[in-house]
């Protein structure tokens, strides 16, 4: 059973918490409507403040996750986890509670009527307060809820709960935390309201500066110069930094101040390392950032995809990429910088995870799905993917993995044109196609007599058809080039070029329940499909699923190994914890310590290599087939 005032009465509604707004909304309504000579301005001024704290708060989260331009100033370089985003998921609870204690409070204070717009005796009066109560206050029950055993266990440690600050930390507390501390920013306001002085712009600069200040302590970003404390001593006791609270909740023991260390030091609580720490991380920034073991490169896929990064959402980035309504007027955003991209941009660090002490880190190429078959765009695309592997090169990453159009045969040959280029790469360059086959390949029936291919002359194509004929697999391959087919059937061993026919069109297929996508086909090309069929698929984007009477596979996946760490970002329509075929391809290659290139053809005998590699490291198959073959 949970500590009285522990759980949140709103605990049960999920998303519908929202519609407590509900009364502030129809008061203003109403009054606004039947009362022209009393419209209720004061439940219109907590609605907009409730949205600017909340904005405030998605801000600061947005700047504190572009790791592209923070990773060098983070304190904390552990990666945030589903398990911790999940945890924060209600951050803003604080914030529906101070507007209902503020609506009780407009009536049980009448000093709160009537308020000017600017009262300048206003804010000196409410500086005053928050220096002399507010921070020594919060300094004493902050410090008991540390040392008081019951109500850390059953309050505070929920706050400490999360392993990396960030900044919806600032607001996954308890009930009674939050009731404490709506005290804490409500004395300053009333204090100075009480005494005549109070003004609307005091309320509104008061609780967005407490709101800024609370998040500027819970980024794990330092962005305060160390120059100011050395040309202004005496400032480090007013101020607290990002390192200065960070420290807090690595020890727990120290460093108990609101905003000001000046009450840690006159409560002989001030960490030693403060400043010490400040200044390393600030005059040695990125000289002691770990470079990465392993870099998926990456790009966008399209404008809506462009919303699906931590640093946009972060909560919207742990879930699997689908499009949301709500973000449907960020659109014109996302469009204009999609060009702002296109002119200026170099690829860029989008994430980051941690695997068996090695770092990995995924990086974006500023271009979207649409640009790599603009014939003008392609020299670019491949200048940004060669200065992407070269600055891995020279960083020292052992392995970068191509993705999907990365790794365009038309593009680069599938890597080759950039081995073939710069002859002395140390970094090892991976498709990760092998893997893709891979997962293909024993997503099949053990039993497999005849499949049907689609896209059969593509590296894929042309791997999978020369696994299964040796299997003594019938492949039908679909594909008007004879040429092209009578060149990978020679590849075959000569007892099974046999098992390799050439077809022309669908209708070969009408009788095979076995089909494998590697070239987009429309629905009425489904139709051909017999009842009970199963689509296997390695195209871009997925096919439709448009035959209720058939089953669809996923894009080829793997399921990270159980030891992954930091990770709490999806990667695009991937379930959490799975990885494209290519990206888990490339992981493998680094974990075996593998000193090939993976580009250009796929090398047939090295499937089965691959796939036991990357069993025995932990990597499973996500198969939706398998899944439901499981399940009954």
Excluded at 25 to 42: F, M, Q, T
Excluded at 356 to 384: D, E
Excluded at 399 to 421: C, H, I, P
Aim: hydrophobic share 45%; with cysteine.
């Amino acid at each position: 059973m949970d500590a009285p005032l522990a759980a949140w009465p709103w605990d049960n509604l999920g998303m519908f918490k929202y519609v407590l707004y509900g009364p502030l909304v129809g008061k203003a309504l109403y009054s606004w409507v039947y009362e022209d000579k009393r419209i209720e301005y004061w439940c219109l001024h907590i609605l907009i403040i409730s949205v600017l704290r909340g904005l405030i708060h998605i801000l600061w989260n947005s700047f504190s996750n572009m790791l592209f331009l923070n990773r060098t100033r983070q304190i904390n370089q552990r990666g945030v986890d589903f398990k911790q985003i999940d945890n924060e998921w209600n951050w803003d609870n604080f914030i529906l509670l101070q507007a209902a204690i503020a609506s009780m409070g407009y009536y049980i204070f009448p000093c709160s009527e009537n308020l000017p717009r600017w009262n300048t005796k206003g804010f000196i009066a409410l500086q005053i307060l928050h220096v002399a109560v507010s921070e020594p206050l919060y300094y004493v029950l902050h410090r008991h809820f540390h040392r008081n055993k019951y109500l850390f266990t059953h309050y505070h440690s929920l706050h400490h709960s999360s392993p990396v600050p960030q900044i919806p930390t600032a607001g996954h507390a308890t009930l009674l935390e939050h009731i404490v501390l709506s005290v804490i920013v409500a004395i300053p306001i009333l204090g100075s309201s009480i005494i005549g002085y109070g003004s609307i712009s005091l309320i509104y600069g008061y609780i967005l500066m407490f709101d800024f200040l609370r998040c500027l302590g819970h980024c794990n970003v330092e962005i305060i110069p160390h120059r100011w404390f050395e040309t202004f001593p005496f400032l480090r006791y007013l101020l607290y930094t990002p390192t200065y609270h960070s420290l807090h909740h690595t020890e727990k023991d120290s460093n108990f101040c609101l905003f000001m260390p000046l009450f840690d030091a006159l409560g002989n609580t001030l960490n030693s390392k403060s400043w010490e720490d400040h200044k390393k991380i600030t005059s040695a920034s990125g000289e002691n950032v770990r470079v990465p073991d392993f870099v998926f490169l990456a790009h966008v896929v399209d404008v809506t995809a462009s919303m699906h990064p931590p640093f946009v959402l972060r909560s919207v980035a742990s879930l699997p990429f689908s499009p949301k309504l709500f973000m449907l007027p960020f659109w014109p955003l996302a469009f204009s910088t999609m060009f702002a991209l296109w002119a200026w941009s170099k690829t860029f660090l989008i994430n980051f995870y941690w695997l068996r002490g090695r770092l990995h880190q995924t990086w974006a190429v500023p271009r979207y799905g649409f640009q790599y078959f603009l014939p003008f765009a392609q020299t670019g695309i491949n200048k940004q993917i060669e200065d992407a592997i070269l600055r891995a090169d020279r960083l020292g990453v052992k392995v970068l993995s191509l993705a999907a159009l990365n790794k365009n045969e038309s593009l680069n040959g599938g890597g080759t044109l950039f081995v073939d280029k710069h002859r002395n790469l140390k970094v090892k360059v991976v498709h990760g196609n092998t893997c893709t086959a891979a997962v293909i390949l024993n997503e099949l029936p053990k039993d497999i007599k005849e499949v049907f291919l689609t896209g059969a002359t593509s590296k894929l194509g042309r791997a999978i058809a020369l696994y299964l004929c040796r299997k003594r697999v019938r492949v039908l391959m679909l594909t008007l080039s004879t040429e092209r087919f009578q060149k990978i059937q020679k590849e075959a061993p000569i007892d099974c070029q046999n098992y390799l026919v050439q077809v022309t069109k669908y209708q070969a297929a009408q009788h095979c329940k076995t089909w494998i996508v590697g070239k987009w086909i429309t629905p009425r090309e489904q139709n051909w499909a017999p009842p009970g069929t199963h689509f296997h698929q390695f195209v871009v984007p997925p096919i439709l699923h448009f035959r209720r009477d058939c089953t669809y596979g996923d894009l080829a996946a793997m399921r990270l190994p159980d030891d992954v760490e930091g990770l709490g970002f999806c990667e695009y329509t991937m379930d959490r914890g799975v990885v494209h075929a290519c990206h888990a391809g490339g992981v493998v290659h680094l974990l075996e310590g593998w000193t090939h290139h993976e580009v250009g053809a796929i090398d047939v005998d090295k499937i089965d290599l691959l796939w036991e590699a990357a069993l025995k490291h932990g990597f499973k198959p996500v198969s939706s087939l398998r899944n439901r073959q499981i399940s009954s």
